[in-house]
């Protein structure tokens, strides 16, 4: 449990907040690449409780800049692409992709004010098939290379939901490795289109063993689950700051996700969504479809609090899935964190052992602010492509050897890893 000034926190992300000055220390993935095409349209962005526009220009250069024109705040979403930037429709001011106004044609000759008018813009750049924005102060950090982002493009895929509750809500279910058991149980025979995981292996009633390794880049997450015929099966996660966790159910031995929540404010977030697969392609249109069939056009859930979810109390009778709302987990885990409440009040929660991940991925967050205070930077910032902190990244899922321990487990995957890597 918390306080609540504890979690007034690590929930506020707006300017100004210390949990918002620490989100603002890394870039955040914004938009998919697939919603800003070459040619396309300026797109709302709200991101931290700041609305924005992102949009590209007539050489396609992205941009990020206010949404409020600096002139008399008409929504620049709507604004025309063309000579260099977006020109406002309400009187044509035009500006290009780093704020600066370069027109004011209703302004008399002789008494345009373009060098002082001032407005909010931030870097962006597109990485493994998302646009990034950087939003925080002083020199803009290295976007880590990550494997499911500079994977070749077969291999990795980036989607994007709009979920209704606060950023750590979302965080937190992907770092729980204690309700897949409940939660996503699925009964024998019944397979998603898009899982590759081993769900026999996740299929038992029996709550797998957690344990957690502390690592510079946060937490690494362990949950050793008994499997048929005496197997003992492994899944390993990462918290990586500040707001991304790679859990490895959804793609089992061969790849895994990496996930981050972005706060939009502080009562709901953005779930991104980086599938990859080390050594093949994906099946990317069995995962679109998937994804059509489960998230609208509003990117939000099919299945959401207003419809109660789509629950099907006969398909939990019958066994046909844990909680009778199908078989899409991201659909599941939005039911489990959005009726937590917008803000959840861990105030009246109650942990048990099994949330010992829920307890280490807060620690890491509060060290991360003490640090932020004490010495200006945020931890495990990266400066180049040389910086190779993640080279010991370990996350899959699989079967352990006969008398492997977990350290053990690890060597194993990362010496797999260094062998393909040098083939
Ligand atoms: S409000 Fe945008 S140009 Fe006037
Ligand atoms: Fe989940």
Known sequence: MLSKAQNDLITQTGPGTPMGRFLRSYWQPIATSEEMPLGGDPVPIRIMSEDLVLFRDDKDRLGLIQQGCPHRGTDLSYGRIEDGGIRCLYHGWLFDINGKCLDQPAEAAGRKFCDKVRMVSYPVQEKGGAIWAFMGEGEPPYIPDFQFLDAPEPNRLCFRVIQNCNWLQGLESSTDPAHTTYLHRRPPGKKSKRSFTDVAALRGNEPPQISIEH?????????????????????????????????????????????????????????????????????????????????????????????????????????????????????????????????????????????????????????????????????????????????????????????????????????????????
């Open 215 to 423: 690592m510079p880049y946060g937490v690494r997450i362990f949950a050793k689950h008994n499997a048929p015929e005496g197997r003992k099966y492994l899944r390993v996660n990462n918290y990586v700051y500040p707001c991304g966790a790679t859990p490895s159910t959804s793609t089992g031995e061969v790849g895994y996700q990496g996930r981050w929540y972005v706060p939009v404010d502080d009562h709901s977030h953005v779930r991104f969504e980086f599938f990859y697969r080390f050594s093949q392609p994906l099946d990317k249109d069995t995962l679109r479809e998937n994804r059509a069939e489960n998230v609208g056009p509003d990117y939000r859930h099919v299945r959401r609090i207003e419809n109660r979810y789509l629950q099907d109390r006969d398909e939990l009778k019958r066994g046909d899935s844990f909680g009778g709302m199908g078989l899409h987990f991201p659909a599941q885990d939005a039911f489990a964190i959005e009726t937590q409440g917008s803000i959840q009040d861990r105030e009246k929660e109650h942990l048990g052992t099994t949330d010992v991940v829920i307890i280490e991925v807060r620690k890491a967050l509060f060290r991360a602010l003490k640090q932020m205070e004490e010495t200006g930077e945020a931890p495990f910032i990266m400066r180049g492509p040389d910086d190779d902190r993640f080279k010991d990244f370990v996350c899959t899922a699989g079967d352990m050897l006969e008398g492997e321990d977990i350290p053990g487990f690890c060597k194993r995957f990362l010496a797999q890893r260094r062998a393909a890597a040098a083939e």
